[in-house]
């Protein structure tokens, strides 16, 4: 489908919903707004997102190791880190009908957006977005804390352990993966902006003379990363950030963006963060933040190169940019055409009938595939009806087992993208569909 389709939002969503991927979350008591549970298909479609970036930038690199901090972090943190300070944003109120909005992003900042009046909107104040509560079993004598508004932090306060822990030097790089809390004034667009959503973080520790040089190189690589994975050329994006945009702590910002049904928006910020988070935390804890380089005897405060992308809006991306409709024989199909290293369910197992003599062959080929792959396997409803369903998830594979299988030990590889159906021996079908996978 083309990305400017105005019924490309409204079919993934539904989408999401009649096949497990996405639910509201709560929905039973009426919903809790800005709150999303991930069903049976989008754990595994987030799961795999989430893999794929480990992969791509711990596994596979040698300069990088993880890291999983906590969630909650006194004010001394934020305080250090400017968050107190300028983690706001604008909020205006109507006196009409009571909305709030969020003042820069206002198409026509004199028009409530809502309720349409002009001239009712307040001043703007601005708006902390971190979400403050107490950890003690007595509210009053207990301590402020704050759930993290970014998963950053984490990587800067134990910049010392893991430096004197890994045997890393500059340029070295903390990863991780984790949730992260920020109170939005106008939340939406699904699962786009949410108060309650994972980020997917790097933090890159470089020598300052190198900054410029490794922040094109994160900008590049982080890009080649969504193209590789098969996120169409033409709907992606690296934008600069003007001066007015950049983050009190950067130098310079580039985003990925991804051209969604609304516009262009943000999957991923890659920002030159320089020293300033190391030396801030140094102040404010009296701590030494900074690397003796053996070969120099010079002492410095690392800069920083941060990507750091959003897993479940790049999740939500590649669904979208999955999203296709065709017609087969004169019948509507939709089809998902994820990458196979994002889909859900690599293969499907799926008898061609409910009869007992062929579970024990099916069950076989269940066995065989899952311990190298994550499978469905479904027996319910006509066998056309499965293939469509399975298409809708985006699954690569389905494997029919038939009564032709029980005298020549063979079933049927169907392809969800080009449909077509090949024979192969069960003893075969690993192989087969290894070399199928790595093409």
């Not at 991923?268 to 005897?297: K, M, Q, V, W």
């Not at 002492?299 to 190169?305: C, F």
């Not at 409803?381 to 985006?394: H, L, N, P, S, T």
Request: proline share 6%.
């Amino acid at each position: 489908m083309v990305p400017n389709d105005e019924t490309l939002f409204d079919k993934v969503v539904n989408l999401s919903k009649r096949r497990g991927f996405v639910f509201q979350s709560a929905e039973i008591y009426g919903g809790f707004r800005s709150t999303y549970d991930y069903g049976p298909i989008g754990v595994l479609l987030l799961r795999n997102v989430k893999d794929q970036w480990w992969r791509s930038m711990v596994q596979m690199r040698h300069d990088v190791v993880g890291l999983d901090a906590s969630i909650l972090s006194p004010p001394a943190v934020w305080e250090a880190s400017g968050h107190l300070a300028n983690f706001t944003d604008p909020l205006v109120d109507c006196r009409e009908c009571g909305d709030r909005h969020r003042e820069d992003k206002l198409v026509d900042p004199s028009t409530c957006p809502s309720c349409g009046a002009t001239g009712t909107l307040t001043e703007a104040r601005q708006f902390n977005l971190m979400f403050k509560t107490h950890a003690g079993p007595v509210t009053e004598t207990a301590a402020e804390v704050y759930l993290r508004p970014e998963t950053a932090q984490g990587m800067f306060t134990n910049f010392a352990n893991v430096l004197n822990t890994s045997r890393k030097r500059p340029p070295f790089g903390i990863a991780q993966i984790g949730k992260s809390f920020r109170n939005e004034i106008t939340p939406g667009n699904f699962v786009f902006r949410t108060r309650e959503f994972e980020q997917m973080e790097l933090e890159f520790f470089v020598p300052p003379d190198d900054s410029d040089e490794w922040f094109e190189h994160w900008c590049e690589v982080r890009r080649n990363w969504y193209l590789d994975l098969g996120m169409p050329d033409d709907r992606l994006r690296l934008r600069a950030h003007e001066g007015d945009e950049l983050s009190h702590y950067s130098k310079a910002t580039s985003d990925v963006e991804f051209l969604f049904p609304w516009g262009w928006d943000e999957l991923e910020g890659i920002a030159n963060r320089t020293d300033f988070d190391l030396r801030r935390h140094a102040e404010a804890s009296g701590t030494r933040l900074e690397y003796l380089d053996p070969a120099t005897n010079e002492k410095y405060v690392p800069h920083v190169i941060e990507p750091a992308a959003g897993a479940t809006r790049t999740a939500m991306a590649f669904l979208m940019a999955a999203y296709d409709e065709e017609e087969v024989r004169g019948e509507q199909r939709t089809v998902l055409r994820l990458d196979p290293r994002l889909a859900p369910y690599t293969m499907a197992v799926l008898p061609l009938s409910k009869k007992p003599e062929l579970v024990e062959p099916s069950r076989e080929v269940l066995g065989l595939l899952q311990p190298h792959w994550m499978c469905d396997y479904d027996e319910t409803q006509a066998i056309g009806r499965r293939y469509r369903r399975q298409d809708e998830i985006g699954t690569p594979f389905c494997v029919t087992v038939d009564f032709e299988t029980l005298d020549d030990r063979a079933i049927t590889v169907r392809d969800r993208d080009s449909m077509e159906q090949e024979r192969v021996p069960i003893d075969e079908l690993v192989d087969h569909l290894r070399a199928r996978l790595r093409t």
